[in-house]
């Protein structure tokens, strides 16, 4: 994994750290802090590393049941990002914890 790679797995899970959060949203939290650093992020480089963190375990991709009013773990897919909210996981949530210790 590279520098960029890193920052933005690293980014992509700042956004998703306290509460469900929709693509647009991630897009976003991840493109102000790039700005911020003098960068450009494409949505399909954020997709990718959401899809990689959930890979990883870091995070899961979930579909809002407003009948039931509370969410549900989805499958990830990129066709469907409108429609999906992402959460870190307990796993996830310890990793960027220690991160932002460390960083």
């Known amino acids: 994994m590279n520098d960029r790679q890193r920052w933005l797995k690293e980014s992509v899970m700042s956004a998703i750290a306290n509460d469900y959060e929709d693509f647009d949203m991630v897009c976003a939290e991840v493109s102000k802090w790039a700005r911020e650093r003098g960068l450009t992020v494409e949505r399909e480089e954020i997709a990718d590393a959401l899809q990689r963190v959930i890979d990883e375990g870091y995070a899961d991709a979930f579909i809002y049941l407003p009948e039931r009013q509370r969410y549900e773990v989805a499958s990830f897919s990129s066709h469907e990002l409108s429609d999906l909210w992402f959460y870190l996981t307990e796993k996830g949530k310890r990793f ?8």
């Open 96 to 103: 960027w914890e220690q991160e932002a210790r460390s960083g």
